[in-house]
């Protein structure tokens, strides 16, 4: 067999690409130990030793006290819309992941899209009552970047009209406020452990819970509804967590500090280096007192010399893949665009954040030097080192 040496192939590259996120992997050697033991004692899921001890890490580290691990954030997510028996409208933002509302499809419920706050970009508590219908059975807001919604204003809200809430906190791990964990608002919170979240199990998710016996519900939903292996209560699902991902998390946790505290780093040099461009305004701290920079959002002002769409095809021109979260909007799909609450005069500070928003590169992994090309290449965009094409000759 030929020996491979690319070196010859490869043609040159003026730079490295760069990727709005990387993954945070733990040493491969780390991770053998836990593989050889479930290689040994041959359980591969259906609530393992290692689903067991995750789920207790996860408390631990997360400051509460009931966790149900699942497959994914999904199908959490529409695990926790059935386990409380959600029906009918539920309102919910537009400015978020497609799968908070798909949530609520297959659950063959309505949503409701109420507007925004231009300040931290979730719900607005003050725009939720008009939509309320007798209908209305939840509220299902977001914490978008990881930023707490107001959920006094929410929780308020809810406790008069008598509605659920169920967050989905799939940005929000590890995020506290004044009196803990965010994930403790509401009556059940949702997490991602995706690849592409601050903490990843490769795929993964989990509820959090506010009792025993709502857990205990839970964990036989995502079981098919088995409660022993005679008796079904419910038409469950298949939402359980592998021994694998499990492992894996259980690994990942003992990373978590270290991520965190260089994303912490990285958010910190972006805001210095951003704080002279004229016309990109980085998004503010929505009152947390531990946050995750889990992204690092900015809004292209009016004063900035090009629109966001011509900045992000410039970046991408310089091999800086940022991202457009949260463009399109989600009621702006075709299986959400015929609803009422969808027409964008119902949604004008969503719609405005949409188009002016843009997600820059953070992970742990991301250098100070890498940093500065961003900021210089947003600094001076359609600046091409070498190359004559300018912004002008984009299009
Ligand atoms: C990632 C994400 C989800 C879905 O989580 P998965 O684990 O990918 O299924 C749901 N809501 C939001 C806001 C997300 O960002």
Redesign the pocket.
């Given at each position: 067999m030929r020996k491979a040496n690319y070196s010859y192939d490869v043609p040159f590259q003026k730079s490295s690409p760069v990727y709005v996120n990387q993954p945070h992997l733990p040493p491969l050697a780390e991770f053998v130990p836990y593989l050889e033991k479930i290689w040994s004692n041959k359980i591969l899921s259906n609530g393992g030793p290692f689903h067991q001890q995750f789920e207790k890490a996860l408390c631990e580290f997360l400051g509460v006290e009931h966790v149900a691990i699942f497959s994914?954030?999904?199908?959490?997510?529409i695990t926790a819309l059935q386990a409380l028996r959600i029906t009918g409208e539920v309102i919910t933002t537009p400015y978020?992941?497609v799968?908070?509302a798909h949530s609520l499809l297959w659950n063959g419920i309505k949503p409701v899209f109420v507007d925004i706050d231009q300040n931290t970009l979730n719900l607005d508590p003050a725009k939720i009552e008009a939509a309320i219908t007798p209908q209305t059975t939840a509220i299902l807001p977001?914490h978008?970047y990881g930023h707490p919604c107001d959920m006094e204003a929410i929780q308020t809200i809810a406790d008069n009209y008598n509605l659920k809430v169920i967050c989905?906190a799939?940005?929000a791990f590890g995020v506290q406020d004044q009196g803990g964990s965010i994930l403790r608002h509401g009556d059940l919170s949702?997490l991602?452990?995706?690849a592409?979240?601050v903490f990843n199990t490769f795929?993964?998710?989990a509820i959090v819970c506010p009792d025993a016996k709502t857990k205990r519900h839970i964990d036989h939903l995502k079981n098919f509804g088995y409660v022993d292996d005679v008796t079904v209560v419910a038409p469950g699902i298949n939402g359980k967590m592998s021994e694998f991902n499990a492992a894996f998390g259980i690994l990942q946790l003992q990373h978590i500090d270290h991520a965190l505290s260089r994303r912490k780093e990285i958010d910190t040099i972006y805001r210095q280096l951003l704080s002279n461009v004229k016309g990109i305004r980085c998004l503010q701290d929505a009152g947390e007192k531990i946050h995750n920079y889990a992204f690092f959002p900015i809004l292209v002002e009016a004063d900035y010399p090009i629109s966001r769409d011509v900045l992000y095809r410039s970046l991408h021109d310089n091999e800086i893949y940022a991202r457009r979260y949260f463009y399109p909007l989600i009621s702006d799909f075709p299986m959400y665009r015929g609803l009422p609450s969808a027409h964008r005069n119902n949604l004008p500070v969503a719609v405005d954040a949409s188009s002016r928003i843009l997600c820059l590169p953070i992970y742990p992994a991301l250098s100070r030097e890498m940093q500065e090309r961003i900021v210089d290449a947003i600094s001076e965009p359609g600046h091409d080192s070498d190359s004559q094409q300018g912004v002008d000759g984009l299009f």
């Open positions: 994914n954030g999904t199908i959490a997510l978020s992941f799968a908070t977001v978008c989905d799939a940005h949702v991602s452990f995706h592409s979240k795929e993964g998710g």
